[in-house]
Nanobody, 127 residues
Framework: QVQLVESGGGLVQAGDSLGLSCAAS????????MGWCRQAPGKERELVAG???????YYADFVKGRFTISRDNAKNTLYLQMNSLKPEDTAVYYC?????????????????????WGQGTQVTVSS
């Protein structure tokens, strides 16, 4: 079955950087759009960034210029590099996958479009 396992979360200070990874198994990685979503206490889950199977990226406005999403199809791994972190970035970060054709340019932009989810990793940014 499909498994998505996030790693790299932790406690950092405002302005610091942090990198997340998501190891995927049980799927043909190159045939999936991948995304990072987050959920803070009392808030709805929101998309942070997505990347299509063809490598096209999308970022939520609140992370543009600070976060970078990337994928390594040879390693079945998704990454999220987070720079200039803010206290409002504090949340559980989830890796998600959405099946699509290879080399697609379509990036799913809402959490509801993703079919598979990891267990999440906590990111806490102190002020």
């Amino acid at each position: 079955q499909v498994q998505l396992v996030e790693s790299g979360g932790g406690l950092v200070q405002a302005g610091d950087s942090l990198g997340l990874s998501c190891a995927a198994s049980g799927l043909t990685f190159g045939s999936y759009a991948m995304g990072w979503c987050r959920q803070a206490p009392g808030k709805e889950r929101e998309l942070v960034a997505g990347i299509s199977s063809g490598g096209i990226t999308y970022y939520a406005d609140f992370v543009k210029g600070r976060f970078t999403i990337s994928r390594d199809n040879a390693k079945n791994t998704l990454y999220l590099q987070m720079n200039s972190l803010k206290p409002e970035d504090t949340a559980v970060y989830y890796c998600a996958a959405d099946r699509q054709a290879r080399w697609s340019n379509v990036v799913p932009r809402t959490p509801g479009q993703y079919d598979y989810w990891g267990q999440g990793t906590q990111v806490t940014v102190s002020s």
